[in-house]
């Protein structure tokens, strides 16, 4: 399968814990993002990587959110200290630059419940 | 900041029928992005219009992009009950090419 893969695609934590979650995007893609979309609303725009630079940053982002990308392939998403408020889908797409065409791929998410 | 708007919520069709969805930015847009989620699924890319006024097809699927860049429609003739889902649009600016902001989606139903 050459689409996004994120990984786990369920997590059920305790509030207070942290939690880490994984993407994988197309080979060839070198741009990456992380949304987080809760039930009957839109992907909410979380960060965007090109190669391993982080691009940009919702303001509405928490501290306790971080996002890397090492060496411009997979992407890991950490969630420091989680709150019930931070359930959601989180989504992973790719995309590449040399089209100028900048439609995003989205992976299948990480399903986070926090109890 | 920037907010993208989309009107309706709900839409609920008969098969065969047609229908129109509405998207408004409270900002000039440097382009408009159309996704399709089904049920379960996830956001699958369907279209990006870039110049004023543009117009796209795609099969029984017309896109509009406003004049001033700041509204966009999605119009489905003939529905079907493959067309079921909740269809996005998502808008960036110029100086934030990267960032896309999404509507909350209009979810339809048809009936047959």
């Known amino acids: 399968d050459t689409g996004v893969s994120q990984d786990p695609r369920h997590k059920i934590t305790k509030r207070g814990q942290n939690v880490t979650f994984r993407c994988d995007p197309i080979s060839e893609h070198n741009r990456l993002y992380w949304y987080r979309q809760t039930l009957g609303q839109g992907p909410e725009f979380l960060t965007y990587f090109q190669n391993e630079a982080q691009l940009e940053k919702s303001r509405l982002l928490s501290d306790r959110f971080s996002a890397e990308r090492p060496k411009g392939s997979f992407s890991t998403l950490e969630i420091q200290r989680t709150e019930q408020g931070d359930s959601a889908m989180y989504l992973c797409?790719?995309?590449?630059?040399?089209?100028?065409?900048?439609?995003?791929?989205f992976g299948p998410g990480t399903r986070l419940t926090v109890l | 900041g920037q907010q993208v708007m989309q009107i309706p919520q709900y839409q609920h069709v008969q098969e065969g029928e047609d229908f129109t969805t509405y998207c408004n930015s409270s900002t000039t847009l440097s382009n408009i992005q159309w996704y399709k989620q089904r049920p379960g699924g996830h956001p699958v890319f369907l279209i990006q219009l870039v110049k004023s006024g543009e117009v796209k097809k795609q099969k029984r699927l017309t896109f509009q992009f406003g004049e001033a860049k700041k509204n966009s429609s999605l119009h489905i003739t003939a529905t079907q009950t493959t067309d079921v889902g909740t269809y996005f649009c998502?808008?960036?600016?110029?100086?934030?090419?990267?960032?896309?902001?999404f509507g909350a989606g209009t979810q339809v139903v048809v009936t047959p």
């Open positions: 797409a790719s995309s590449y630059s040399g089209t100028g065409l900048n439609e995003q791929f």
């Open positions: 998502a808008g960036s600016t110029t100086d934030s090419w990267g960032k896309l902001q």
